[in-house]
């Protein structure tokens, strides 16, 4: 018996909500059972009473507004929890088209994929401007190079996750999931694909999208910040090695003028030279011992997991 769970993220989305659930599957090839999951993420409208005026298998709330990437890791949690064998996550809005649900998990089902990324048509969708679609297309790169994957739209929230993949992945971030969780199933040697998709028209304004800049910041900082988490000593060694570069071209320039006579008046040059270098030294070890860290960190990871499955063996 195969059970998919889909789990809808939801603030206040009373408006939108029942229009997303109507337009769920109830069937799947492959699939035995199909149930709907809502997070109800602090909402103060009716999210809830549309949730169960139709018909929602599972509601998690939480007490307050937690932001989106909580909501995600909640429920996650509460799908395995369910018995989910598979667990697709979409949105509230009706952004994307539910029609291709059974193309998202069928990569699992076959066993080619762990976690599967609804590609958007990005450059074919009218209400993107041109700064967005650009924007998208970059953080889809820059998402590619750190991870390792060939994922095409890295910001898309409609995917679909193994049993497995949803009880390894974490997600530090208190502001979005979505690439965090790429980055983090490459570096973890997860199985990730990606599957073309429809998506449907606005139904209103972004949340998560306030204003691009502030997206653009966010999103660089979280990719730097899981950069460093799972590959930190690559990250500081070469931060390290350019810190020490600098200051080595720096000491040079004073030997060069002392070579010739002139030394007595670039000493600056040899303190900022001397202090450099010892700074990029000191970031160099700061990258051994966070790698050190790191390493701990994956077998915590991995015994909780572990533990997991054993508490699941006796549960049955």
Not at 33 to 48: F, H, N, P, R
Not at 213 to 242: N, W
Not at 244 to 264: H, S
């Amino acid at each position: 018996m195969t059970k998919l769970v889909i789990q809808i993220p939801c603030y206040n989305e009373a408006e939108t909500l029942g229009v997303t659930l109507a337009a769920l599957p109830r069937s799947i090839p492959g699939i035995d059972t199909v149930e709907v999951l809502i997070i109800d993420d602090g909402s103060t409208d009716a999210t809830v009473a549309v949730a169960r005026a139709h018909g929602v298998h599972h509601i998690v709330s939480l007490r307050r507004n937690c932001g989106l990437a909580r909501a995600f890791v909640a429920g996650l949690e509460a799908s395995v929890r369910a018995g989910a064998d598979v667990v697709v996550n979409t949105d509230a809005d009706n952004q994307y088209n539910a029609d291709d649900i059974p193309a998202l998990v069928a990569p699992i089902l076959a066993g080619t994929a762990e976690i599967v990324i609804g590609a958007r048509p990005i450059h074919a969708i009218p209400h993107f401007s041109p700064v967005k679609k650009a924007l998208q297309r970059l953080g889809s790169w820059a998402v590619r190079a750190a991870s390792k994957t060939s994922v095409e739209d890295a910001p898309s929230g409609f995917r679909a996750f193994s049993r497995m993949a949803a009880q390894q992945l974490n997600v530090f971030s208190d502001y979005t999931y979505t690439l965090e969780t790429i980055i983090q199933a490459g570096q973890k040697g997860m199985l990730v694909a990606s599957v073309p998709i429809r998506v449907n028209g606005p139904t209103r304004p972004s949340r998560l999208i306030r204003s691009t800049l502030g997206y653009l910041r966010r999103s660089v900082l979280t990719i730097i910040r899981i950069f460093i988490t799972y590959r930190p000593l690559r990250f500081f060694a070469v931060l390290g090695g350019l810190i020490f570069l600098a200051g080595f071209l720096v000491g040079a320039r004073f030997l060069y003028f002392f070579v010739v006579d002139r030394g007595d008046g670039h000493v600056q040059s040899l303190i900022l030279g001397s202090l450099l270098m010892s700074t990029g030294f000191v970031v160099f070890i700061t990258g051994i011992l966070a790698d050190l860290i790191a390493v701990n960190r994956k077998l915590l990871e991995r015994i909780a997991w572990r533990l997991t499955q054993i508490e699941e063996k006796l549960d049955r």
